[in-house]
């Protein structure tokens, strides 16, 4: 099999399905065999007998049931092994957002440019709002000076180092090499997963791909972002995370936390969290005195402290 594509559904089947659909458009001229994976991570709202009967109806997807939410890693997992360990595993692996709609070329572009470039290990495409709009869906590796840059939110040391923040912007407007891509659209060569292994379940959602891209870019594998294959994103289509004036989720950061501890140590950690508070509250301050909007989730800065001081000191 070419193409294993995975749509991974927690308690959104028609968006899901409306995913399915736009996957079977791009995937349909792909020689050398597909299959769309549709992986319900334990929804609970109806969505298994909704799904199961959609997707019943269709040859080229099949159905799986994980029995439990583990987050999205281990959703995309639990088909992923499945795949590696059958006797027609697929050369690459296409993760699609269950609110993510691929242009009809999209996963083509995506396998032809990894076909025609070996060292290639990753590949994501452009995202896009349903309004046209980018989505900032580059990066870079987080580190401790994107920490004090995203803390302190000050212009001009944006201006100064603005290679070392996380997002890439202006997004490309060309093909290519990044450190790290969201995971809305993204094709991964099996014999990356084969070396560095699958998605560490860790994770329960966030900084799981960032933490792949950056074993397979140990083991030499480069990650490129292509701007020719062009997705439409809703964007935080289970999560809500949208919403500025909800908190962030705890699983946030935990997720942070274990990717700079188990890329960095502790030492490094602290010292990131430190550097990044602090400047929370700097800008806190200033933009109180300023009248400045504060763009950060509700309460970010007290959440931020509690989790990764009070509740899980250094």
Sequence with gaps: MKILAIVLNYKT?????????????????????????????????GSHEQLLEACAAWDDVEYLQTGHNGGFGSGNNYAIRRALESDDPPEFIYILNSDAFPAEDAVEELLAFLESHSHVGIAGSAIHGVDGEPHLTAFRF?????????????????????????????????????DWLAGASMMIRREVLEQVGLFDETFFLYFEETDLCRRASLRGWSC???????????????????????????????????????????????????????????????????????????????????????????
Aim: net charge positive; charged share 25%; no cysteine.
């Design 142 to 178: 987080p580190s401790f000076t994107s920490e004090v840059l995203g803390g302190f939110q000050l212009g001009a040391l944006q201006r100064l180092l603005p290679e070392r923040e996380v997002p890439i912007q202006p997004m490309p407007k060309r093909t290519q090499r990044v």
């Design 224 to 314: 490129w972002y292509v701007v020719e294959s062009q997705v439409a994103h809703i964007g935080h289509g289970s999560t809500g995370l949208k919403d500025k004036s909800k908190p962030m989720p705890k699983y946030w950061f935990d997720s942070r936390r274990h990717y700079f501890r188990k890329n960095h140590g502790r030492a490094y950690t602290w010292a990131a969290n430190t550097a990044h508070a602090i400047g929370l509250a700097t800008f806190k301050a200033r933009s109180g005195i300023q009248g400045k909007p504060d763009h950060n989730p509700s309460g970010f800065w007290s959440d931020f402290v509690r989790y990764n001081f009070v509740e899980n000191p250094p």
């Design 13 to 45: 089947p028609d968006m899901t399905l409306d995913a399915v659909r736009a996957a079977q458009k791009a995937l349909a001229s792909i020689r050398g065999g597909y299959r769309i994976d549709v992986v319900d991570n334990d929804s609970g709202d």
